[in-house]
């Protein structure tokens, strides 16, 4: 089955930066890849997502990068604000509404002020 | 437009004891989804259901049971509550498509069994 790798477990970066989370998966049928952002205490919330026909997607500050061939996607979030503090997570599934999301182990983004 | 609604958002159990989850979604999505949640291991699937009066098996189901006989709900259900399965439950929905659709999720409910 399909198993996802998120990297890295923290991250903190100072107001301004831009930061970068990584996720491998093993499943090469994977086709759709969300990103979650969970606040403390709140429910995931979807902040992006790509399928594998695209390479690259923006919505604003924040951007996703896909390579199929070696099955990694990262998102990357420019222009930091201590608001984007939270656990983000990455998580990929299969091609059809059937196939069932694998999600990462979380990254805690900090963004100090 | 409330959403996914569960219900309820916190509970304390009894090793041994039993109860049921409710999730309510009013968005029409076909697809209804439990997961827990534990720090350090992201959300795991439990259960899931393609449409009313239809459950599947997720990742980690032992210790569970779920029942989708309304479309917009779906009971997530503990017979014998053990302390193994304290966490953080989120009920999310998706819509039918031919590709997969981003799921929406409620609130949570933190469990905890002493």
């Known amino acids: 089955g399909e198993n996802v790798e998120q990297h890295p477990s923290t991250l903190s970066v100072q107001e301004g930066d831009s930061a970068v989370i990584k996720c491998t998966y093993s499943?090469?049928?994977?086709?759709?890849f969300p990103w979650y952002k969970q606040e403390l205490g709140k429910r995931p919330q979807l902040i992006i997502d790509i399928r594998s026909n695209v390479g690259e997607k923006k919505d604003q500050r924040i951007a996703v990068t896909l390579n199929k061939t070696a099955k990694h996607f990262s998102l990357h979030i420019t222009e930091t604000q201590p608001e984007d503090s939270a656990v983000y997570f990455c998580a990929a599934s299969g091609p059809y509404n059937t196939d069932k999301l694998i999600f990462g182990t979380g990254t805690r983004l900090q963004v100090f002020p | 437009n409330a959403g996914v609604t569960q219900t309820p958002k916190f509970r304390v159990l009894k090793t041994g004891q039993s109860m049921t989850l409710l999730c309510a979604q009013d968005?029409?999505?076909?697809?209804m989804y439990w997961y827990r949640q534990d720090p350090g291991m992201g959300l795991r699937l439990i259960h899931y259901s393609v449409g009313e009066g239809t459950t599947a098996k997720g990742e980690v189901p032992d210790g569970y049971n779920v029942s989708r006989l309304k479309k917009q709900n779906f009971l997530l259900g503990l017979e014998s509550a053990a302390p193994s399965q304290t966490s953080v439950y989120f009920c999310?929905?998706?819509?039918?498509?031919?590709?997969?659709?981003?799921?929406?999720f409620g609130d949570g409910t933190r469990l905890s069994i002493l």
């Open positions: 968005m029409n999505h076909e697809y």
């Open positions: 999310a929905s998706s819509s039918l498509g031919d590709t997969n659709q981003p799921q929406h």
């Open positions: 499943d090469s049928a994977s086709n759709y």
